[in-house]
DNA sequence: ATAATATCTGAACAGTTATTCATGTGTCAA
DNA sequence: TTGACACATGAATAACTGTTCAGATATTAT
């Protein structure tokens, strides 16, 4: 149905229309763009990582992450809301606490990829 | 010289207070947590992802990135500016014309690991 | 029941960020 | 020189984010 929809010639400056269209192709669509942004904003966070930086070594709870981390337990809870939204953590709950952890070991290996890529420069 | 620098306890819930002592020693430190933080950040945008997966093309000038992303070149180099500043592009000027590409391929691989982590779920 | 503990939640506020707009700089062509 | 083009920059605005605060929920102990 909707496709050959004629949209607008791209004007570009050096290179020919024809090539940009091809590269528009390549163009990481829209919507997995956001989704990917919002994953990496997930990391932008200087006490998330912290707090992820402690899940790596062992799960634990709210209330014992907000006192090695140095925050109020509502901030660290708000973080774990966050964590927990994009999967890189998942919880169990026992009585009154809630365990947290790391979901996967993906994320370790992306943190410490970048903690190296930092290091080099 | 500020060694043994006596901290308040450690008031916990779960864990014991040598226990969260010896965690806080492993926990990342601030300055670094920033860094890291700045570095995700950095790729926590929609925009700066869609030109970056061009980039990982072919190298582009800002005019042109323009066209194919469909954004004002005053935007386009707003964002090639974070992305300087983080050291993911560099450039050449040619004339009028300033051509951006990736400048490494270090962060072309933590791209495709991100994307296809996201394919997974 | 009541109180204490552990966590979560929503509103509010401050700080940050991305875009637009207007303007400035540097390069090329006429 | 003049004008057009490519890009950069700063200010302003709107949207987003992280924290605090007050209060809600749920579990355990008394």
Redesign the interface.
């Known amino acids: 149905m909707n496709q050959a929809v004629a949209t607008d010639p791209?004007?570009?400056?050096?290179?020919p229309t024809q090539q940009?269209e091809q590269?528009?192709g390549?163009?990481?669509d829209?919507q997995?763009?956001?989704?990917?942004?919002?994953?990496?904003?997930s990391?932008?966070?200087?006490?998330?990582?912290?707090i992820l930086?402690?899940l790596a070594?062992?799960e634990?709870?709210v209330?014992?992450l907000a006192?090695?981390?140095e925050m109020s337990e509502s901030a660290v809870s708000h973080q774990l809301r966050t964590l927990k939204s994009m999967?890189l953590v998942s919880y169990r709950k026992q009585g009154r606490?809630v365990f947290y952890r790391l979901q996967d070991h993906?994320v370790l290996?992306?943190?410490q990829?970048?903690?190296e890529?930092?290091d080099e420069?």
Chains 1, 2 share one sequence.
Do not use: P, W
Request: charged residues 20%.
């Open positions: 791209i004007s570009t400056c050096t290179i940009a590269l528009q390549q163009l990481l829209i997995k763009a956001q989704r990917m942004a919002e994953f990496f904003s990391l932008g966070d200087a006490n998330r990582l912290r930086s402690l070594e062992e634990l709870c209330g014992d006192a090695i981390v999967r606490h993906h290996h992306l943190y990829a970048v903690a890529h930092l420069v």
